[in-house]
Structure formats: C-alpha cells, structure tokens
C-alpha cells in the first residue's frame, strides 16, 4: 500500500524546486483573485505549474475544472509536460491516478475553439459544428480576393480603384494597391472584434462625426462577419468574439471552472478580458500574471491597460479586490545586466497627468538573486554602422574561438525592425566575414532564402509559371525573383542529371493529364454531354474509353468493373458522380504538391541539408525547409490538394499556385515562424526582432539598434480610441511608452552577457534613454575587454522536464530515426505518403533513386 502523506514541500524536494517567499506565497494562495507582477527571469511559469499541481493534489480539484491560457503553445505543451511529470511522481507514490487530458490548457485561441465545440458550454448542450479558423494568411487572401472587392463595389456602390484612393488618404498610406488597401481595412477589422465594438457603435459614431469613410468600412464589416459566418468560418478575432457570445447564452458557465489561470496579461485583448471575467464570475478565482513593462502586441489589440487596472477591474466584474505579490527576484541575468534594465525603463516619466498615479506599475524592487560583480554589460566603441559592425563581428568570433559560447546560436543579436535596415545587412555580412553563419529570416522576404528559391525555382521548371505582364513595382519584384528562382533549379539541373530527368517525368506526367482531359472533354462535346450530368458507366464509359490517343493511365482512371458498381449503387442513393468528377480521377496525378516536396528533398542538394543538420554542423537550412513544407500544406489546405487535368489546362495550376498564392506570400512578407522545440538553429549566430525574443533567454545578447524611429501615432489607433469607453494610455504618449517597453525586453533577454550598440553618425537614431544610460554607467568599449574575464555559458537544464511518449517519440525514433528528426523534432508537415518517401527516396542511394526514376519512366511508356 502506498503512503498519501505526501506534503507540496516532498514534491518541492522531489523535483528540486526550491521556491522563494513569493512563489510559495503565489502557488499556495487558491481562494479569490490573485494579481501576480512577475518581472523578468522571476520563474512565473513553473508558478503556474505549481500552482496547478497544488489545486489538483492537495485541494482535489479535477483538471477538468482548470482553465489556465497561456500565450504560445510552447509554454502550453510546457506546462503540459511539467505537469505529467510531477503528477506521474505523485501517482508513483501515492497510487492516485491523474489524467489531464481534459484539463483546458493552450493559447487562448486553442481554448477558444475549445469552448465552442464543448457542449458543457453550449446552452441546452446542443451539438454545434466548429468553425473552420482563418489564419493570418487565411484572412489576407479572403480579403485581397476577387470575391471580396467585387462585393465593395455591389455594397458600397464604389469604383474599386477609386475607393482604394480614398483609403489610401484615410489611413495615410503611401499606396492605394489592393495589396496595401486589403491590410488597412483588415487591420481595423480586427480592432472592431478585438475591443467587442458592435457595427450600430461604428454607424452612431461615424454619422456623429461625418466620417463617410467609416461608415463604409463599417458596412464592409457587417458584411464580412456575415460572409464567415454563412461559410461557418472565423478569423482569430472573431473566435474570441464567437467563444464570449457562446459564454454568455447561458448562466452556468460561471461555474464550469474553479479555476482561471491568465499568463501573459499585460497582452490581452478588451474581448478575451471580458471572456476571462465571464468564465470566473462563478468561484471568483482568477489568477493573472503579467510584466506591463513587457507589453508589447499593442499592434495585435493587446490592451496594457487590462494589466495595470487590473485590481480594480476585478472590483467591477468580480466585485472583490484581488490579492497582490510581486515575483521580483531575476534568476536568469548577471545582477549589472539587471540594474541596466531596470534603470532603463525608469528614464521617462510615466505620472499621469492629474498627478493620480502612473502608467505602469511602479515600486516593482526588481533584484539580481546572482550577487556577482562579474563583468556582464558592454558597449561597442562610439561609431558609424560600417565600423560598430566590424567590432562586433571580431567579439563574436572572440566568444565562439574562446569557447565563451557552446554554438554560434548562444549569441543573439536583437533589433526593432530587420527589414530594410541596413545596419542589419551590414552586420550579417560582417559576421559572414569572420565564418560565421546568420539566420535572419526576418532581415528580408522569406522566399528569398536559398532553400526556398531552389525549392520553388524547381516547381516552376514541372508546373510552369505565370506569364509575365508589363507591370512595375513589387509585381515585377516578384517575377524578378521567379526568374531568379527558375536559374538556380537549371543550374541544380545542370550539376545533376538524375534530377533533370526526374523534372523532365513529372512534366510530361502532367503533360500527358492535361492531354488526356483535353481529348475526353472533346469526346464529352462531340457527344453532348454536360460536365456537370450524371455519370452512368453503361452509357458513357466505353465511349469515353474510345477516345483517341488516350493513355493507359486515363483508361485505369477510368474505372473498373468494382468502381462501376459502386457508381451504381451510388445513383441508385441518390448520391450520384458527375462527367467531371470521372474526368478529373482519369486525369490526374498519384501526387500532390507536398508529396513532390518530399520527393525533391531527395536529391543531393537538399539532402545535404538534413544530413548538416543531424551532425549538428548547422540547421539553418533545414528549418527554412520545414517552413516550406508548411507553406506547402496551407495551399493544400485552402485549394484540392489533387492535381487534376483540369487544373493544368490554360495554366490554371500555375496562375493559382504562383500567381495567387506564392505572389501573396512574396507581398505579404510571412516570415519564419519559431519552432516549438528549436526556435534558433544550431551553427548560426540569430537575428531577431525584440518581439520575436520575448519569452526567450540567451547567454549573450547584442542589441543592435539602440534606437527606433517614432512613426506617430498609429492610423487604427485614433480611428478606434474614440469608440473607446475605457481608461486608456493618451495616444500622443503611446510610442514613447512602447519604444520603453520594447527596449525593456530586449535588455533583459541576456544571461551572462549584454552588449549594446553605440551608433553614431548620420541617419542613426538613439533613444534619448540610452545616451542617459551611457553617461551614468560608462559601460565598458569592447576593445578594453579582456573575453576570457567574460562568463562562459552554462549547459542548462530544462526546469520543467519534457515529456516523451513511448509510441510516438521512441519507438519512431527506433524505427528510423531521420523521420523522427523530421517530423517530430524540426515539425516538416507530412503528406500522405511520408513514410513511403521518407523510405524509399530520402534513404535510397543515388542509384535506387535513379533506377526508381527509371521504372516510372517504363510505367508511362506502358
């Protein structure tokens, strides 16, 4: 019999946690409200780990009572592996099973669809269908489409050329393109369902100030929600907005959790807060924790403020104050790396105007547990771009040869804004100089990478690609880059005559559809047909057999006496297929776009790339493949991922695939997202945007760029802030605030070492806050700095362990452990045939793969 005397303190022990006054305070404080103020490197997220261990374990509440939203879906599956293992030690100790499988857990976007298909929240518990979720990409298609702007004109009674003018003017843009036009009106698409403004709020204000123009998006986005809402679709605003009206059909909601855990407050929305505030209204027992100095999706709807009123915004809704406590102690910075930031952020005066308190939350005491008085903070020597890059460069290599750093990607290098910065460009090619590799996928288009112009350039040499038309600007950027692309796949062509053989195959492969579907639709016309008629095997199959010049694979296609049985019984259900369902099986390819990937992948170029990767020399390639294979998939996803006879003729296929889709990635500029596991590739030094760094921690950090240019205010911003009823920061302070902000995290990124860029000379911004900084610390000039004085970078140890499963992690990985690196580790999306591809062409020698292609050559001449 096990013993169930455990006590929280033997699982501290058991696990190696050792929480200061704060964190025990934090996990063992369940009843009410409770307002967490975590500053950088405090251990918030094993808090809420611990937490949830506490309320499960100790006090017998069933995860499924539990909704704890985080802000990525890394520390979502942290904390889902921190649990699994502490309640697994539990188990083993006490015999009592815990099953979290049920327990609401994710980004708020997760939780959100959740919620909606989840009948505990659904009035009467009836069964509702959940809504297809448009991403980002998603939504910038449906909103750049033909479809959308056809309907601008029928609603608006408008030239679209004309009103892309006047939105150009209303939102200050420089460009009045479809393009450009499609991302303002998007933009305040999303602040409407954000903030929860209903369209008779935008009409009432709009008429009140004669804003004509508003009023016309507010017509364009009555009709939007209604467009998605008929196709049972949902942006990610709307989600939120869709889950909080659901919440609110039904009293007891309220009731559903007994506990609500909010990471990352300070970059909620005004509609999630209100969602948080429903779900707890209940047991009143909402956790929120949050750094309003590390507030930075301002541009996404995120409300600071949500943060900083906190308390007595739980007055109003949950009509009690909450309790307050400070995780202050920074385990993760040398202690001048934190009296840097922490002086920093206190440069600018943020008392409100009356005189009545402040902005952010102040008498935050954030302190250094290391106690060192170690050499942690340097700057570079006083200078123009040209030569600040070249001392960096040198430093870098310094670290890497006197093995301060394990990997190039223990040094990060964060600014601003990566595009069109040529700073940034300056340091990449310096650092290049000194051998070592960068990976900035966010420094440029992501298609230009090498990986992405090879791979692309070599599905135009199989598809073909769109005629080129006389247009400038980023339409001739973009064919600019086609052509690019098409060079380099000849030229991979050229180095090896396998792959040219195997291009040559899959074109005439959907040559020989295009051909076959050509000669059947002929057949279907001489006949009288109609596509769209009923397929009947007895009266149209052998007729269209007999068609002409056909080929064995259109005959296969055509059907067997099984498949006419079927067809049969089908028209005898009332379930019949059409001419052009038959057509479009007899013509098409046994592939898709993604199993064509993987086949690619194959070859030596590409295979290089995984094979750098597994020996560790560098990963930077494979990653940006893996974004290619999901970029892949999203097409699949939003057109039929078969390629049929059909889609080939008039270039269909092609217009589509680059003329649409890979067009709208070029002029969106999607960049690399992190990847879950590994955000930064081993072999190569990151550039990263300070966004893209929150969250994140590294041995070394370079800020890069001491300053950022103030824009003004935001166009969106003063559109909305009239609509507002809240308390809000005034928008004429509102750059000053984020730029703080922004700097702030990028300060308190760095474990053993900070570097900071002194730019001077023409052009260069730096924010009046750093040059205070540099007169009052005196920082030391690299060139005065001993490196091996420096800390070198600790191994680390993950603080909440990860979780493998025995099926899904080992024995794939036994199985074979290239897929397992693949899939698993560097999350390439998988086509149908993986494993098929993965076995047959990724691990065949050159002469398998050759022979293969052969075979399939002899098939086609059958």
């Not at 074109?507 to 639709?521: T, V």
């Not at 966004?691 to 921690?697: M, P, Y």
């Not at 970078?793 to 024995?811: H, M, N």
């Amino acid at each position: 019999m096990k013993s169930t005397s455990i006590k929280l303190e033997d699982l501290f022990e058991i696990h190696d946690f050792a929480p200061n006054e704060g964190q025990y305070e934090a996990i063992t404080s369940l009843d009410g409200p409770l307002f967490l103020m975590a500053g950088p490197g405090s251990g918030k997220t094993r808090v809420l780990l611990w937490r949830a261990v506490n309320a499960i374990v100790f006090h017998s509440i069933a995860p499924e009572k539990i909704f704890l939203s985080t802000f990525t879906e890394k520390a979502a599956k942290q904390l889902k592996d921190g649990l699994q293992s502490i309640l697994g030690s539990v188990t083993n100790l006490t015999g009592i099973p815990y099953d979290i499988s049920r327990m609401y857990i994710g980004t708020i976007h997760s939780l959100c669809q959740k919620i909606i298909g989840d009948r505990r929240f659904v009035k009467d518990r009836a069964r509702i269908k959940p809504p297809i979720l448009l991403d980002e990409l998603d939504q910038y298609f449906f909103v750049n489409s033909g479809l959308f702007w056809k309907s601008v004109e029928e609603i608006l009674q408008v030239n679209e050329k004309e009103w892309r003018i006047e939105i150009k003017q209303y939102f200050s843009k420089r460009s009045d393109s479809r393009h450009d036009t499609s991302l303002s009106i998007i933009s305040l698409f999303n602040r409407f369902s954000e903030e929860n403004i209903t369209a008779d709020e935008i009409f009432v204000h709009a008429s009140n100030e004669e804003d004509t123009t508003l009023y016309q998006i507010g017509k364009l986005y009555v009709w939007y929600k209604q467009r998605l809402e008929v196709t049972n679709s949902v942006d990610f605003s709307l989600l939120q907005q869709r889950a909080y009206n659901q919440l609110l059909k039904s009293d007891h909601v309220i009731y559903e959790f007994d506990h609500i855990i909010i990471d990352e407050f300070q970059d909620t929305n005004r509609i999630q807060e209100q969602l948080f505030f429903r779900l707890a209204n209940g047991h009143k027992n909402l956790c929120i924790v949050g750094d309003d100095d590390q507030a930075l999706y301002r541009f996404r709807g995120a409300t600071v403020e949500n943060f900083v009123q906190f308390p007595e915004r739980s007055q109003l809704n949950l009509r009690i104050l909450p309790k307050k406590i400070k995780l202050n102690i920074n385990y993760r910075s040398k202690k001048h790396i934190v009296k840097t930031y922490t002086s920093f952020i206190e440069k600018i005066n943020w008392r409100r105007e009356d005189g009545k308190g402040y902005y952010r939350l102040h008498e935050k005491n954030i302190q250094s547990y290391q106690q060192d008085s170690d050499l942690s903070v340097l700057s570079t020597t006083p200078g123009d771009s040209e030569s600040v890059s070249k001392e960096l460069a040198q430093f870098a290599r310094k670290l890497i040869d006197e093995k301060k750093v394990d990997d190039p990607n223990q040094i990060a290098f964060l600014f601003p804004a990566l595009k069109n910065n040529v700073h940034v460009q300056r340091l990449k090619k310096a650092l290049e100089e000194e051998g070592i590799n960068v990976y900035a996928p966010r420094a440029g288009r992501f298609l230009e990478v090498e990986e992405a112009k090879a791979m692309f350039g070599i599905l135009t040499l199989i598809f073909g690609k769109p005629e080129r038309q006389d247009f400038s600007g980023v339409y001739k950027d973009y064919h600019d880059w086609l052509d690019i692309a098409e060079d380099i796949a000849k030229e991979l062509m050229q180095q090896n005559d396998r792959l040219e053989r195997f291009i040559q195959v899959k074109a005439q492969e959907l040559s020989r559809c295009k051909e076959d579907y050509i000669r059947l639709l002929k057949t279907i016309s001489d006949n009288g047909w109609a596509l769209n008629d009923i397929y009947i095997p007895k009266k149209h199959k052998r007729i269209l057999s007999s068609a002409s010049l056909l080929s064995q694979q259109a005959l296969r296609g055509l059907g067997s006496e099984r498949l006419d049985k079927i067809i049969d019984q089908r028209i005898k259900q009332g379930n019949p297929f059409t001419l052009q369902y038959i057509l479009n099986r007899a013509t098409s390819v046994d592939w898709n776009i993604l199993d064509l990937f993987y086949r690619i992948c194959g070859f030596p170029y590409f295979n290089n790339m995984f094979r750098i990767a597994e020996d560790g020399t560098d990963e930077g390639p494979i990653t940006n493949l893996s974004m290619i294979s999901e970029y892949l998939s999203r097409y699949m996803e939003q057109s039929s991922s078969v390629v049929t006879g059909s889609k080939l003729l008039e270039s269909r296929f092609s217009n589509d695939f680059f003329g649409r889709y890979v067009y709208g990635l070029f002029r969106v500029g999607e960049s690399e997202v992190e990847n879950e596991e590994t955000p930064f590739p081993k072999g190569r030094i990151p550039f990263l945007t300070i966004h893209q760094s929150k969250g994140l921690e590294f041995p070394y950090v370079v800020l890069g760029t001491p300053g950022k240019r103030n824009w003004g205010v935001p166009r969106v911003e003063e559109i909305v802030r009239p609509l507002l009823a809240t308390d809000n920061e005034p928008l004429e302070r509102m750059n000053e605030f984020d730029t703080m902000r922004l700097f702030y995290v990028a300060l308190s990124r760095a474990e053993k070492g900070l570097i900071i860029t002194h730019l001077r000379g023409r052009g260069q911004v730096i924010d009046p806050a750093f040059k205070q900084l540099f007169e009052e610390m005196n920082y030391p000039l690299i060139p005065n700095v001993d490196v091996n004085k420096l800390s070198n970078a600790q191994p680390k140890t993950d603080e909440i362990p990860k979780v493998y499963s025995y099926t899904s992690d080992y024995l794939l990985y036994l199985k074979c452990p290239r897929n397992y690196m693949t899939f698993k580790k560097y999350r390439f999306v998988p086509s149908r045939s993986q494993t098929m591809l993965f076995g047959n062409l990724v691990h065949q020698t050159i002469e398998d793969l050759h022979n293969l292609i052969i075979a399939s050559r002899g098939d086609n001449n059958e």
